[in-house]
């Protein structure tokens, strides 16, 4: 698979990574095989970059699967891992001071089973601590050999400014997808200027532009594109990526992640799945050229359909939590 750099640090990763939240499911011994060979066979492919993060999983259980997946191949891979973030009593608290990152990121090593994390974000920006004490935070962990690069996950860019400005960001992460995409005008120039890599978050639009819809996104609580209100409306953005994926002779996924690589060369995507077949297919999306005319047609096509709702409800938790 072609690789990308991401950041001036010349951090170089497969084009395509794999998102790993969701893989396990329930972390019974079948499902914890089952994503260990997914992980496994998506390195044989070619993937090299990994996400998980401190939250994913009561307990990290998460990081400890990828860890136990990866132990083997270490030397192959990146893996990226969050910080700043945990649930109590069903909240999202943000916290990064210097003794808590520094004590996620002790326990992210030992649950990932290696002595170095190649990406180290903070998972949120959390208000109550200035964005340049996560910095020097960051900065002192990559000096004692713990961490190798540092991102931030939903940043504002004057957030990520001021960060940069302390010490050197490889890349955010960012959502961005047909669905959303915000971040062309809000977020390209000043990736751009620092020369910052971005990691699209749910670049299949939470499954919306690939999997049947009925019943599985009416959660309006929390994201009001899919409510039914919207969803009806936003169904038009899903029937042209079919047509558009029908005419090129590949699948919708395939071409939802051929477009996004197309838009800059310092973008590597993070699909995730719990299905070895999905993983399989979304890696095809890293051979399918998009010709200048096609990429044209597309944004035309796409430029004509008007999504509705937000990717968050502004009151709720993630809401207000990013674009800090």
């Known amino acids: ?21 969701t893989i396990g499911k329930d972390y019974s011994d079948d499902s914890k095989k089952e994503a ?4 496994r066979r998506a390195c044989d492919l070619g993937i090299t970059m990994f996400d998980t993060a401190e939250v994913y999983g009561s307990g990290g259980r998460n990081e400890g699967l990828v860890g136990e997946a990866l132990r083997p191949i270490r030397q192959k891979v990146v893996i990226a ?7 109590i009593d069903g909240h999202m608290v943000m916290n990064s001071t210097p003794e808590v990152i520094r004590e996620s990121v002790e326990g992210s090593l030992k649950r990932l089973q290696t002595d170095y994390i190649d990406l180290y974000y903070t ?17 002192e962990l990559h000096r ?25 960001v490889t890349a955010i992460e960012s959502e961005y997808n047909m669905m959303w995409r915000e971040p062309e005008q809000a977020i390209f120039p ?5 020369g910052v890599g971005l990691v699209p ?3 299949l639009a939470r ?17 009001t594109r899919f409510d039914e209100r919207n969803l009806p409306t936003n169904m038009a953005l899903k029937d042209c990526l079919q047509n558009l994926a029908a005419e090129k002779n590949v699948s919708a996924a395939q071409l939802a992640l051929a477009w996004l690589l197309a838009q800059r060369p310092y973008i590597v995507p993070i699909p995730g799945t719990s299905k070895m077949e999905r993983m399989e297919e979304n890696i095809g999306a890293a051979a399918i050229t998009l010709r200048a005319d096609e990429l044209r047609e597309i944004r035309e096509r796409l430029e004509g359909i008007k999504i509705v709702g937000e990717r968050y409800d502004p009151n709720s938790e993630n809401g207000k939590s990013v674009r800090r």
């Open 1 to 21: 698979m072609e690789k990308r750099t991401l950041g001036k640090r010349g951090l170089e990763v497969s084009s395509i990574g794999l998102g790993c939240m």
């Open 36 to 39: 260990i060979r997914i992980i």
């Open 81 to 87: 891992t969050k910080c700043g973030v945990r649930f």
């Open 123 to 139: 998972h949120r920006v959390d208000p109550n601590v200035p964005i340049e004490a996560v910095a020097e935070t960051m900065a």
């Open 144 to 168: 004692e050999g713990k961490i190798l690069h540092w991102g931030i996950s939903e940043p504002s860019m004057d957030t990520l400014k001021r960060a940069n400005a302390v010490f050197p």
């Open 190 to 194: 000043t990736l751009e200027e620092l």
């Open 201 to 203: 978050y749910r670049p």
């Open 207 to 223: 499954g919306f532009l690939t999997k049947a819809t009925e019943g599985m996104f009416l959660n309006g609580a929390e994201n």
